[in-house]
């Protein structure tokens, strides 16, 4: 069986800013990849990459081992690809069912009672029942990132790419998230990239390190921590080392 996501030296440049220099990764159904690497290293532009909302300038992108490097944006989407944003996208004037309802509708291709249904499950498994009438914009943080990964799985993907979702949270909400996460994992395949890298490593069988496009480390998660070019990269910036050993 072929992983469900495979890249494949995918490169790519915005005139003199790498963002993607041969990069390789793949991650199988059931698994978590972990993505890291400073500010501007070239994380998101990744995302963009595998979600079609840019092209790779060289490489490519296997979906269940069918190539989808040239598909659109929302043929991706039909095919299995679910995203959460950095800065959360909800229709802030929506209630939380409402949201997750149009994802289910629009990106997922449900109708109906079906699309309810749907909604209403999701809203179940990320927690987020009792908060379903409430407009998305008065939702505090944790549940805003709830929600976020609510209004992806209600694509139904079998690809979740997590875009710093546990940024701005406070070190129990961190693991109300990531307990969340671990539960969804064994369904699907995952790529999360993150700063809370202790959050991360609790998650993902194997990380990525990336510093301007290029992979500099990849292993496990402790090993990846430990690794010298990227306590380098990260001199400075505080790695929570401890909490992966
Ligand atoms: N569409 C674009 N046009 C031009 N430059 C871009 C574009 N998208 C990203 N960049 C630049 O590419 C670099 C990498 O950006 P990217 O958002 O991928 O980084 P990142 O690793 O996600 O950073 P962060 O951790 O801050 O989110 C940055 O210098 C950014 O300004
Ligand atoms: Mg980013």
New binding site residues.
């Given amino acids: 069986m072929p992983p469900v996501l495979q890249a494949d030296r995918l490169s790519r440049r915005?005139?003199q800013?790498v963002?993607a220099d041969e990069l390789s990764f793949s991650v199988d159904h059931g698994q978590c990849l972990g993505i890291i690497?400073?500010?501007?290293?070239?994380?998101?532009?990744?995302f963009?990459m595998l979600a079609g909302v840019?092209r790779a300038q060289s490489g490519h992108i296997l979906l269940n081992g069918a190539d989808v490097t040239t598909k659109a944006q929302h043929e991706r989407t039909r095919l299995g690809i679910g995203r959460t944003y950095?800065v959360p996208q909800p229709f802030g004037q929506l209630t939380a069912f409402e949201n997750v309802l149009t994802a289910a509708s629009f990106g997922g291709g449900r109708r109906g009672q079906d699309a309810a249904d749907h909604a209403a499950s999701i809203l179940d498994r990320t927690g987020l029942s009792k908060r379903s009438d409430m407009p998305a914009g008065a939702l505090p943080l944790l549940d805003r990132k709830r929600l976020e990964l609510a209004r992806a799985l209600a694509l139904s993907p079998r690809l979740l790419l997590l875009?710093?979702i546990a940024g701005g949270l406070t070190e129990a909400e961190v693991n109300v998230l990531v307990d969340l996460i671990a539960a969804i994992k064994p369904t699907l395949a995952i790529v999360w990239?993150e700063?809370v890298t202790h959050a991360v490593s609790a998650v993902a069988d194997n990380v990525v390190a990336?510093n301007f496009g290029k992979k500099i480390a990849e292993g496990t998660p402790a090993a990846v921590m430990a690794d010298a070019a990227v306590q380098e990269v990260y001199m400075g910036a505080v790695m929570d080392v401890a909490a992966v050993g």
């Avoid at 690497?37 to 990744?46: D, L, R």
């Fill in positions: 915005f005139g800013i963002v690497g400073p500010n501007g290293a070239g994380k998101t532009s990744v963009n840019i950095q875009d710093e990239i700063h990336i």
